[in-house]
C-alpha cells in the first residue's frame, strides 16, 4: 500500500504544502488578513466608526497558488511556477471554464470543486443557480403561440 500511494506522489506535478487545515484554515487565514487591512485602512482614512465591509472571497486560483508557495515565497516546483504565471493577467471565465482549470489544462472533474474545500461541488461553488422563466418575462410573440 506505501509503495503504491509512493507511486501515486510521483506524478503529482503541483504538490501542497497545507497542514491538516487544508484549503479551510488557509481561507480563513487570508480572510483575516483581509479583514486586518481593511481596519487599517479605514483606521489610516479616519472614518472608524465600528463598522466596515465584509472581505470578498478568497478566489479558487489564489488559494490554489497560495497551497503551493512555500514559507519563503518559492514555489514547490516548476510546474507550479507555469500554472501561477498562466493564471497572470486577463481571462474571461465561462461555465465551468475558470482561470485555474485554464492554466492546468485539465477540465474540472464533474461534482467537484478544484480548491474550495471538501463537500463543495461545482453548483455551489462555479455558477449562479439558473432561474426558470416566468410567463410575463416571456416575449409577446411566444405568449400568444402558448395560448
Known amino acids: ?60 486560483h489564489v488559494k490554489w497558488k497560495m497551497g ?5 515565497g518559492e514555489m514547490t516546483t516548476e510546474a507550479t511556477k507555469e500554472i501561477v504565471e498562466a493564471t497572470q493577467g486577463s481571462f474571461v471565465p465561462h461555465g465551468c471554464q475558470d482561470v485555474l482549470a485554464a492554466a492546468i489544462g485539465r ?10 474545500g471538501a463537500g463543495v461541488t461545482i453548483k455551489q461553488f462555479g455558477s449562479a443557480p439558473r432561474t426558470a422563466r416566468s410567463a410575463s418575462s416571456l416575449p409577446l410573440d411566444e405568449l400568444q403561440q402558448l395560448t
Open 107 to 116: 477540465p474540472e472533474h464533474p461534482g467537484r470543486a478544484r480548491a474550495a
Open 1 to 60: 500500500m506505501c509503495i503504491k500511494a509512493q507511486a501515486i506522489q510521483k506524478q503529482n506535478a503541483a504538490p501542497h504544502v497545507l497542514s491538516r487545515g487544508g484549503y479551510d484554515y488557509l481561507e480563513q487565514k487570508l480572510l483575516a488578513e483581509k479583514t486586518k487591512k481593511k481596519l487599517q485602512e479605514a483606521a489610516q482614512s479616519g472614518s472608524v466608526d465600528g463598522v466596515i465591509d465584509p472581505p470578498s472571497l478568497i478566489r479558487c
Open 68 to 72: 503551493r508557495m512555500k514559507k519563503t
